[in-house]
């Protein structure tokens, strides 16, 4: 999916005993979904964008600007 251009944030809690991904650009996404290694946390915050992203179009609502971080060269 070309529009990929959102934050995740990965965090790993060791109440939940996993990785927690939010998704902090979308209203009301503060943990989103979660995985029990790094790597399923990221496949699964994709997967969770991608859906987002779709129900967003499919609603008509407008997606949020992403949040743009301009490293220093």
Known sequence: MN???YQMVIQWS??????LVGLPDFPGQHW?????????AVKN???????LIIAYEAAGDSLPEPTVC????
């Open 3 to 5: 529009k990929l251009k």
């Open 14 to 19: 060791e109440e939940d005993n996993c990785f």
């Open 32 to 40: 989103r979904t979660h995985g029990d290694t790094y790597e399923l």
């Open 45 to 51: 915050g994709i997967e969770a964008l991608e859906s």
């Open 70 to 73: 301009n490293a220093a060269s």
